[in-house]
């Protein structure tokens, strides 16, 4: 049978619609396989919540009188980009206060914003005819600004590699405290939740597609940067970093319950976003693809003790495994941690569940796909005539 996208909402609409999580939709098909599965069901949700470094928020601050061109911005200490319009900026989630303390940065205020809270704007600037006020310091808050939206580059990779450390010192990174001698293994996926594992050619994700994103609505924008699809495949989904999605979404309809600011011991700052997708089960080829397990679905093993481009995969692991809290490895038991919140990813799903039975939420086809093929480059060290 096959859907689509009209049928779907007009059922949403009707508050008639059958929705089930990337969990629940498992039961149904263990127990009445796919075609049965696909004829009850018309969305499967998903979720997702850990750390986006790649995340920002654009805010335009309204003009003063007398105006100012702001060049060099400040938000609560934190240094935000001037280069553009009179009175817009972009802070981005990583940018710390103070080099030498790693404690606050973009992702605290942007945190803080969404909480309602006041930030302290600074900005200063050259005089010119049209704006001839050299600096202002007040305070802002979602209240009393104009727009101010999140636009994030890279969010949700497809899956993304595990973290282990071979050398006898510790290590601090992105992925978390990796202890010597293999002493622990990290990870950073919903898995069977995870909303690119469950449509994993993008079937229905596209430039357009509305989304649960930090507790609002959001969209796709774009293709995330680093986005490929030349990454192997093992059941059918990436065995490792693939596709990932450039998104955008109002702050102000957004919660700290799915935007918190992250610090990474001894490494820096990240933004925690909570997103969710929902997939509409247009023909059992949809279903095929949310009947995903957690045993099905397997990311790398890296060792951060060497140089990222010499690093080889130790062995393919499922999220199965490693959500069982240890795997073996080299002889020896070793502890498994998630830096993805699995309890949240559960929430995200169930939320946006919710929305669509309510009759609150309809899904948008996408204006137009995302490549079907994209490779990625290295950054090498050239000259001027190398390059052109």
Request: net charge neutral; proline share 4%.
């Amino acid at each position: 049978m096959k859907r689509t996208y009209e049928e779907i909402n007009r059922k949403i609409e009707a508050k008639d619609a059958v929705v089930m999580t990337a969990e629940e939709v498992l039961e149904l098909i263990a127990s009445k396989g796919i075609e049965k599965a696909t004829k009850e069901v018309d969305v499967v949700t998903t979720g997702t919540f850990g750390a986006m470094c790649s995340s920002g928020a654009f805010l335009n601050f309204g003009h003063s009188e007398p105006p100012i061109k702001m060049q060099h911005i400040s938000l609560n200490g934190v240094a935000a980009y001037g280069g553009l319009a009179a009175v817009d900026t972009y802070i981005g989630a990583t940018e710390l206060r103070n080099d030498e303390d790693m404690s606050y940065g973009g992702a605290h205020v942007i945190e803080e914003l969404v909480a309602g809270k006041a930030v302290h704007l600074k900005a200063n600037s050259y005089c010119s005819d049209c704006y001839p006020r050299k600096e202002i310091d007040t305070f802002i808050s979602l209240k009393t600004i104009n727009q101010a939206y999140l636009y994030n580059p890279r969010n949700i990779y497809q899956n993304y590699g595990l973290a282990t450390n071979s050398s006898d010192k510790t290590l601090y990174t992105y992925m978390g405290k990796l202890l010597p001698h293999y002493g622990n293994v990290t990870y950073s996926s919903a898995g069977q939740l995870s909303p690119l594992l469950n449509d994993p050619l993008l079937r229905t994700i596209g430039i357009g597609t509305r989304i649960f994103m930090g507790g609002g609505i959001g969209y796709v924008a774009w293709e995330g940067t680093q986005y490929k699809t030349t990454t192997p495949t093992k059941n059918g989904v990436p065995v490792g970093a693939a596709r990932s999605l450039a998104l955008i979404g109002d702050l102000r309809g957004m919660s700290p319950e799915f935007v918190r600011a992250l610090n990474f011991q001894k490494y820096g700052l990240s933004l925690g976003l909570g997103i969710g997708v929902p997939i509409p089960i247009l023909d059992e080829e949809m279903m095929k693809c949310v009947s995903i397990r957690d045993d099905q679905i397997y990311a790398p093993l890296l060792d951060y003790s060497v140089a990222s481009r010499n690093r080889k995969p130790i062995k393919d692991i499922s999220y199965a495994d490693l959500r069982s809290g240890c795997i073996e490895l080299y002889g020896k038991q070793v502890r498994t941690s998630s830096l993805s919140s699995y309890y949240k990813a559960r929430i995200i799903a169930g939320r946006l569940k919710k929305w669509i039975e309510a009759g609150e939420f309809t899904l948008t086809q996408a204006v137009a796909p995302l490549p079907k093929e994209r490779s990625q480059k290295p950054l090498e060290v050239m000259s001027k005539e190398d390059v052109i």
